[in-house]
């Protein structure tokens, strides 16, 4: 089959090849024909440019309540309570999963390794070093290109969902591929499309999150919830392309200081710079608006020199990397940074509903 054939029918058609995508496509029997579709390549994806891990509750010392409790603290009374606890008692099976599909997590001799982030209260974020997101895509990508029932169709662009008018259900896509339009049914479809950080002047999510199934699945009549919620990460690189410097830097160790050295996130709350990540945005643009002449174009310093250098190459080879390359050696000078819009928590209406 080559590039411009297109079956025009699939018994499930998934729209996105990010983790969620992927993960979706590998867990939909193998008697369905399965259609992945993706814009750009499925190297390309936040999943693929997430730093520092995944969070579940694996640790003896840990439990599923520890990370709902956590979590319902660090929401400030706007936590969805079911599915706070529906996320947390899923996570560690998981986690499970996605090692026996060979993701190769880091380890402390036999154990999965975890490091602590900001808000919570135990070392519960698994990590593949400090490119965690692309060790979960490749291992994943590379089991659904073994999959015969999946077709994975790239440089796809879904347009709209394709709604038949005397029934108002979903019969598949249409599609911007090749240069043409294309119609493509489908007895189902899921939208796994990922955020949409691009509508924001700046930004750490990669150039194909600008939230286009939250469009399409409103053109077609869906319910969207919450999309005033966005998540501003505290420590973008402030170099174009807002490079993300993870927050397992500050959970190593790392501190955020002003021009002047001083550790100013302390002055806005108790846990500092392992504050909510809300907590330390704010603080980091109350502080700039205070002390900066262009609060907007200023940036203060995550300095890692705490950390030791041993840890830092094996923790954070992939920032060291970066950092490099804008000309910043992390082991002897701090890094400029300041927040950027990075996770969209709001989206398409939807249940907890699963099978
Ligand atoms: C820099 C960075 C670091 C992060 N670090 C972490 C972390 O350490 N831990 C953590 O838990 N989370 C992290 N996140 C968040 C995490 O990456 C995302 O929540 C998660 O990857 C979202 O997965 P997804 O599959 O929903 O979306 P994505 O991974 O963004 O995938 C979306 C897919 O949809 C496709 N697509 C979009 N529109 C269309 C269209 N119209 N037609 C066809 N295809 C389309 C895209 O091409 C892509 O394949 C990070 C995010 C970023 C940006």
């Not at 579940?56 to 706007?78: F, M, N, Y």
């Not at 999946?150 to 598949?172: D, H, K, M």
């Not at 900066?292 to 920032?319: C, E, G, S, T, Y």
């Amino acid at each position: 089959m080559n590039l411009l054939d297109i079956p025009n029918q699939f018994d499930v058609l998934v729209v996105g090849a990010g983790a969620a995508g992927l993960y979706t496509a590998l867990c939909l029997p193998e008697t369905l024909k399965v259609g992945l579709i993706t814009k750009e390549t499925v190297t390309l994806s936040a999943s693929d440019w997430a730093q520092g891990g995944i969070a579940a509750a694996v640790a003896p010392e840990d439990s599923p309540q520890l990370h709902i409790e956590d979590t319902l603290k660090a929401g400030a009374g706007l936590c969805d309570l079911e599915a706070v606890e529906f996320l947390a008692e899923q996570a560690p099976s998981c986690i499970q999963s996605l090692v026996n599909l060979g993701v190769a997590f880091d380890r402390h001799g036999s154990n999965l390794a975890l490091t602590l982030e900001a808000a919570h209260s135990r070392h519960r974020v698994l990590h593949a070093a400090d490119t965690t997101g692309r060790e979960v895509t490749t291992t994943l990508t590379a089991q659904v290109l073994r999959r015969q029932n999946i077709q994975v169709i790239q440089q796809a662009l879904a347009l709209s969902l394709w709604i038949e008018p005397e029934t108002g259900r979903c019969q598949g896509i249409s599609l911007f591929y090749q240069g043409k339009v294309t119609h493509v049914r489908a007895g189902a479809v899921i939208l796994a499309t990922g955020g949409g950080g691009q509508v924001f002047a700046q930004t750490t999510n990669p150039a194909v999150s600008t939230g286009d199934g939250v469009a399409i699945a409103w053109r077609a009549g869906a319910m969207l919830r919450d999309l005033e919620f966005v998540q501003f990460h505290p420590t973008a690189l402030t170099k174009p392309g807002r490079f993300l410097i993870s927050e397992a830097v500050r959970g190593e160790g790392a501190h955020l200081v002003d021009n002047e050295g001083r550790r100013f996130a302390f002055d806005y709350h108790p846990a500092g710079e392992l504050a909510p990540r809300d907590v330390v945005s704010r603080a980091i643009f109350g502080h700039l608006q205070h002390t900066a002449a262009d609060p907007a174009a200023a940036h203060v310093w995550l300095d890692m020199r705490p950390i030791p250098a041993d840890k830092i190459r094996q923790r954070f080879p992939n920032i060291v990397n970066v950092c490099q390359h804008w000309g910043i050696d992390v082991f002897n000078q701090p890094i400029p940074v300041a927040p950027a819009a990075h996770y969209w928590m709001g989206g398409i209406f939807t249940d907890l509903q699963y099978f």
